[in-house]
């Protein structure tokens, strides 16, 4: 599978999941890039898309442009701005289990 995503053999890569109705494997995580998705209304079309910087923050819960410049403001460029989304928590989630914490200390 990686071979084929590598070398963008499409229909290896495609072929290289099973069934339609087998359970979706694993995202390999072999090199550095940044999450990759699948779709599967255009299988020829290109097996991978990654999503925009200002995608990605919206998935991890934070304001448009977040991570668009640093404390300095000097524009931060994307490698760095996928690295800092990467290596932080999404919100939602963080608020979601916080407030379960306190609503069982507050009892």
Same mark, same amino acid.
């Given at each position: 599978? =990686?071979?084929?995503?590598?070398? *963008?053999?499409?229909?290896?890569?495609?072929? $290289? +999941?099973? +069934?339609?109705?087998?359970?979706?494997?694993? %995202?390999?995580?072999?090199?550095?890039?940044? +999450?990759? +998705?699948?779709?599967?209304?255009?299988?020829?079309?290109?097996?991978? =898309?990654?999503?925009?910087?200002?995608?990605?923050? *919206?998935?991890?819960? %934070?304001?448009?442009?977040?991570? !668009?410049?640093?404390?300095?403001?000097?524009?931060?460029? $994307?490698?760095? *701005?996928?690295?800092?989304?990467?290596? $932080?928590?999404? %919100?939602?989630?963080?608020?979601?289990?916080?407030?379960?914490? $306190?609503?069982?200390?507050? !009892?």
């Amino acid at each position: 599978m =990686r071979g084929a995503a590598n070398d *963008r053999y499409h229909v290896q890569f495609r072929d $290289s +999941f099973g +069934f339609a109705d087998d359970p979706f494997p694993t %995202l390999l995580a072999g090199g550095v890039a940044p +999450f990759a +998705f699948w779709y599967e209304d255009d299988p020829l079309g290109g097996c991978i =898309r990654f999503p925009t910087e200002l995608e990605s923050e *919206r998935l991890m819960g %934070l304001p448009d442009g977040w991570t !668009k410049y640093g404390a300095d403001g000097r524009k931060i460029n $994307s490698a760095q *701005r996928y690295r800092a989304l990467g290596n $932080s928590i999404a %919100l939602p989630c963080a608020g979601y289990i916080m407030a379960g914490i $306190s609503e069982v200390l507050s !009892k």
